[in-house]
């Protein structure tokens, strides 16, 4: 099942914020955040685990909601540089106890557009 | 600067035609992933390998296209014939999985996304 992304696109002026939501109707193992420049290959951003665990760089930051099987990707302070297409990647959950089901299920995107 | 490679990098062809796509995954990587990308459909999964072996091809018209491994170091995609509606992006990622609960694969790491391979059907 594909996760549900909202919005479908937000525009922003630099320095101001953003969340980009992420949304499964299964049991989520992990999400991965993903962001992709126009003409290019998706780029990793960060991994949300079960349990609480994040990895992730750069200053974007998110939160895992395991029970409502939701994420949340919040940019602060925006520059020009977060301007594309953000993408959250769904690892469904193997077994009640846990287990990766070894992949992930992509979104539509969420295209970010910033403005000076 | 270890990079996943992906040929050719846009491929014009003609309905009816075989397509071939190569990736090469990064040196170390044991899963390689191919993904479609539209702009009605996003990023689709057509297949994965795990050391070689085909995990899951369920995201492939099965008629049509074919996926394999013959060594380590490439991955191909194949169409054939290739229709109209085959026309997209094709990327390929490599990754490795973290270690998991009991032995399983756990979740994965970061993927590695190639370039990608443009294809045009007429």
């Known amino acids: 099942q594909q996760p549900v992304q909202s919005p479908q696109a937000v525009i922003l002026r630099e320095g101001e914020d953003a969340v980009i939501n992420c949304s499964s109707s299964?049991?989520?193992?992990?999400v991965h955040w993903y962001r992709q420049k126009h003409g290019e290959a998706p780029v990793f951003l960060m991994i949300?685990?079960?349990?609480?665990e994040q990895k992730g760089h750069e200053k974007i930051s998110a939160s895992f909601n395991e029970k409502k099987q939701q994420s949340s990707l919040y940019l602060t302070a925006s520059q020009l540089s977060y301007s594309g297409t953000y993408f959250c990647?769904?690892?469904?959950?193997?077994?009640?106890?846990?287990?990766?089901?070894?992949?992930?299920?992509f979104g539509k995107g969420t295209k970010l557009s910033v403005k000076p | 600067d270890a990079r996943v490679t992906q040929t050719p990098r846009h491929k014009v062809t003609e309905m009816g035609q075989e397509v071939t796509m190569r990736c090469q995954p990064i040196l170390g990587h044991n899963t390689v992933f191919w993904y479609r990308q539209t702009m009605m459909q996003g990023l689709e999964l057509l297949a994965y390998f795990r050391n070689r072996a085909p995990l899951d091809d369920s995201g492939m018209p099965k008629d049509r296209f074919s996926a394999e491994m013959p060594d380590a170091t490439l991955a191909t995609l194949k169409i054939q014939p290739s229709e109209p509606r085959d026309s997209a992006v094709y990327f390929c990622?490599?990754?490795?999985?973290?270690?998991?609960?009991?032995?399983?694969?756990?979740?994965?790491?970061?993927?590695?996304f190639g370039p990608g391979t443009r294809l045009t059907v007429l």
């Open positions: 990622a490599s990754g490795s999985p973290a270690p998991g609960l009991a032995g399983e694969a756990g979740s994965y790491n970061e993927q590695f």
């Open positions: 299964k049991a989520l193992y992990s």
């Open positions: 949300l685990l079960k349990g609480g």
């Open positions: 990647g769904t690892e469904k959950e193997k077994w009640s106890y846990g287990g990766s089901q070894g992949n992930l299920i």
